[in-house]
């Protein structure tokens, strides 16, 4: 007997992420899906961003790996609440993964939320958590090929924090063409080079954090 | 390598509605995939093989997966050309500019099953 089905493959994760996003928008939690290749520099990013931003908005971070409690650790220091989630090896995080850390925040008691995927350029692109934004990190000695190398993940995301900016001068990276390459993929998105080592250009990264959360409020 | 995760879930979906219908054994999974669908079909049938294997209870040993490519299409929304969209996804091959949108190739679907009831 042959059944047609024709049903999405991610249908249980799309349902998990329309659970999550209802959650959030009862809460009135704004929340960002960071994700970048390993080492470009997310948490060390929102290290920075929790340091600044703490003292004017109550902020939580979810932060996936495949092992350790490192990086909540790191989150942790800087004055957030974080809740580690241990893929044991998966190379994404997904809908579901999310809802079940979501039980250990208040999030009546949080304002903006920011989940630090699993760092890989490929996995993460194809599943919805219930986020409001969709942030690429993306750094500077990785090279000028990565946007084009993976469109996919750039086609979905609707920002690009290039990162590690104070590198520049040692290194062969083009800003102009990674915002041409960035333009031909996806014209809807941004690029903010910035260096949360040295706080170039973080201002604007602040910036785009508090409109998000304005209009997010006037939804 | 997320294919396994995402094999996983296509066999749960299946293996859900063919309980509710009664059935006992798969024969066959049919899925469209598309081509910027973000999974590679080689790998998702390397965990096929491995998921039926582990699974013998309610999928054949014979059973197979069949996997329908889904083009990458894409339209300017300038001047209406359409093209296949390669690494520059919204880059109009015309116009030169990145007015395109995609409107084919993401698609990621279980399109059927075959099973039957063994008793």
Redesign the interface.
Known sequence: ?????????????NKAAEFNRELFQNTKTLVMNLMSSPGAGKTTLLEETVRVLAGKYRIAVIEGDLATERDADRIRAMGARAVQINTHG???L?ARMVAAALGELDLDEIDILFIENVGNL??P??YDLGQKHKVAVLSVPEGNDKI??Y??MF?RTELVLLNKLDLLPYLDFSVEEAKR?L?????KSNLLPLSARTQEGMHEWFFWIEGAYLKWLQQ | MHEMALMGDILQLVQEDAVGKGMDKIEKVELIVGEIANAMPDALRMAFDLLRDQNLHFFSVHAELVIHREEAKAICVLCGEKYKPEQKIALCPICHIPSGKVVAGETFQVLSYEGSNGR
């Open positions: 007997m042959k059944v047609t089905l024709r049903t999405d493959v991610l249908t249980n994760n998966g190379c994404h997904d490929v996995c692109s194809g084009p190398k469109p996919q086609m390459d333009a031909e993929i996806n014209p």
